[in-house]
């Protein structure tokens, strides 16, 4: 049984993108440059964007975060996304979710500039991903190919089961795993709260990406033996052994289902690390665009 | 086992769009507007454009047909584009495919305006369909579930397998089938032509989306006791019994899978009058906007 190590392939894959700004720099050209907007004080997403500036850091990107308030107005974050759209030494830029709930989030992710929209939740990067065109790839999703494609996990005429449909990492999967792709190409049953008998859809794949964010949720029982478990769960939970008070839990039953497996990603160390450097992926694409 | 009627339900739709055509001219509103964009003398674009204007003027809508020579440059069509883009009186137009192979049509469909883009093909469309948004659900898709929803034909939790991903049929079709609404929330699987051991999976499945084009191929024995099938094909096979010297073939043998099917399409009058009816209902759409 392999361990898909996210973090390696992480490291190695920013060893690439340092390379690259080096010979940008070289060149005369400016450091790429990534922003982020983050709202409010949410744990999860202090920590998210405190990865992903690091990460800036790791590469040779300039970052910028903007922190507001949770108390300010859509207009005044509609305002901010328009500042960067017009910043010209601003490649690509994040809105860090969730937003407080006077916000509305939709609104919020049409006013990015496509072109700069390199977590890809754009309608019209959605769009272009879903017809085959070239885009930006939502980072999580992205990183699942890519960790794939390290461990040389064909997905060609794979049955392949996604668990969980949502906007950012069930469907844009799905979609990616089944366009005419060589990290594609394989037949993907989107499964949702509303899928009857999950056990018997999930027992079926060679490959599961698990994405519905319930600690735990995937049992040994639910895995043919041999396939290959992509875990992108990251629940915090109550852990009063840790210094932080809680732990990381992915979708998976680790031990359980790791004992039936060919492949699995741990959590954290899989599907993390490889979201925030598909981040800088895009970004590289951006400032190169 | 149910014949799944198009002509009746697309006639049930019409009397219901013009009856809304009505309401707005009576109401002093212009009447809605769909112009067609068609280039050369293919047989099968000139049909679907005639169908199209016919129905048009059925439920009262403006139509305008713009016929070019197959020799125009892209540069032309862009231009023409362009105009019905800010043409005032224009609610919505489509541009009719396939398109000389001299025209990026990929270019073509990027420049039209995505309000008017009543065929649902823009990539701003095909983004928000994807992420469960309002918007124009390309025509074949939108027919579909028309289809089924006036069949009572419960899509919730039911295993649906489409086969065949076209960014006009397919692909959207396993999104709008699976998306959370009440004419969604299937489990979908998007079979193609890399799927392996397809009548597997076609043999699983509650409702089957039958979307790739090769006239007669599912046959009886890939189909489940009591499925439902919906059958998207419309091949045209030469045939020296019919005046037009062919006749038109679905992508289902409708003898041997009829017998054990549910429901089923019929090829022609089945998928065919819906979507062009549903095209009525997004240019409908567009003039209320």
Redesign the interface.
Known sequence: MQIIDGKLVADKLKQEIAASVKQLVDAGKKQPHLAAILVGNDGGSLTYVGHKVKACEQVGFKSTLLHFDETVSEEFLLNEVQKLNADKDVDGFIVQLPLPKHIDA?KILLAVNPEKDVDGF????????????PTYVSATPLGITKLLEHYCIDT????VVVIG?S?IVG??A??LL???SKTG????????S???NLKE?TLRADIIIAALGKPEFLTGDMVKEGAVVIDVGTTRVPDATKKSGFSLKGDVKFDEVAAKCSAITPVPGGVGPMTVVSLLLNTLQAAKA
Request: one cysteine or more.
């Open positions: 939709d754009h309608p019209v990067n959605v769009g272009k991903l879903t017809l085959g065109l060609s005429g794979k049955e449909r906007n469907r844009p799905s979609i089944s366009n005419q190409n394989a037949t993907v049953t989107l499964c949702h509303r899928t009857h859809k």
